[in-house]
């Protein structure tokens, strides 16, 4: 179900809107304020427009931007105690909403780089899960790498809910991972400009039906002066098909009505396709119980720490490149900028 049944929900129906939140021009830490600002009123006003909106969902960079010559400073982060995540927390108490929010978090390792982060707030002003993108979008990205793994954690209308952002979710490896840890919905929140568009709905299809779990995802759109970027907020249902599909317009509501418990039947009852089940246990017609060992060269490599490809040597670009030749811009914001 889809747009049409958007405005009352099912009582084990999830009713989610997504926000292909207008791709925010930032060059000076006000931006980062305003933008909270915006995004705050938006939860109001959408959950007045759907009133039995259970979840809403915010894409990445919608709260800090893109500016790549200035977000790693200081002054463009914001921390899991910052008033500007209270003011998220208030914006879901108040409005009786969940909501799924970007920020680019400060790494207390001195001298490391900030995460990029994912945060979902619960309807009482909790945070009920928090991710670090596990997958930096290299060699463009000066985030450090994720070190919280993939949680999951309880959701509304009986969902398990994992984050992930953006070029994670090329890996379906991180996807199985959502699944194997009980996920039944994969949230993806992205600032993709178009040149990955179709990879974009692709992999978003794949996660989904690999893994028998329904998939929310979410990317900026509009036009930053350099890049345009997407939208195409998409809701696939657990055997891959497409739920609802937004277009490329800033600021559109791309709503759908899914039903978790459906994704868990298909689980425990589906015998062909059954793959998250079937690669642990293989063959187990010809072979009662079926195969458990592990058969995977890669799975077993990289559980060592030896995970080397055969044309590993060959790769050429392995550092910042010509974007960070000298590493990540870290501390205070310099005056030129203030």
């Not at 995802?217 to 497409?242: I, P, Q, R």
Request: charged share 20%; hydrophobic share 35%; aromatic share 12%.
């Amino acid at each position: 179900m889809s747009s049409t049944g958007s405005v009352s929900a099912s009582p084990n129906g999830l009713l989610m809107a997504l926000i292909q939140y207008p791709v925010p021009v930032v060059n000076h830490p006000d931006d980062v304020q305003r933008n909270v600002d915006e995004i705050c009123r938006m939860v109001a006003s959408t959950k007045a427009g759907y009133p039995e909106l259970d979840l809403i969902v915010f894409p990445e960079y919608s709260s800090s931007g893109l500016n790549t010559k200035i977000w790693s400073y200081d002054e463009f982060l914001i921390g899991l105690d910052d008033p500007k995540v209270e003011q998220y927390k208030a914006a879901c108490r108040d409005n009786d909403v969940w909501g799924v929010f970007s920020i680019m978090e400060p790494n207390h390792e001195e001298g490391k780089p900030p995460f990029n982060t994912a945060i979902m707030i619960d309807n009482t002003g909790e945070i009920a899960l928090h991710y670090r993108k596990l997958q930096p979008w290299t060699p463009i990205e000066p985030w450090y790498p994720g070190d919280l793994g993939m949680p999951v954690a309880d959701g509304p209308k009986g969902s398990k809910i994992a984050l992930n952002i953006c070029h994670d979710g090329m890996f379906p490896e991180l996807a199985r991972e959502a699944a194997y840890k009980g996920a039944n919905v994969y949230i993806r929140i992205s600032g993709y400009s178009t040149q990955t568009q179709d990879s974009w709905i692709m992999t978003n299809r794949s996660n989904a039906y690999q893994n028998l779990m329904f998939t929310a995802s979410v990317n900026l759109a509009g036009y930053d002066g350099t890049f345009y970027y997407f939208g195409e907020g998409n809701v696939c249902n657990y055997d891959g098909g497409m739920i609802s599909e937004g277009h490329r317009n800033p600021g559109e509501i791309v709503t759908a009505e899914i039903y978790p418990a459906l994704a868990d039947q298909a689980r425990q009852n589906w015998a062909l396709e059954n793959n998250i089940y079937n690669l642990g246990n293989r063959g187990y017609v010809g072979y009662p119980g079926g195969k458990t060992e592990n058969y995977l060269t890669w799975v077993r490599d990289l559980a060592n720490g030896e995970y080397k490809l055969p044309w590993d040597d060959e790769v050429r670009i392995k550092d910042g490149w010509k974007y960070y030749p000298d590493g990540p811009q870290l501390g205070p914001l310099p005056d030129e900028y203030k």
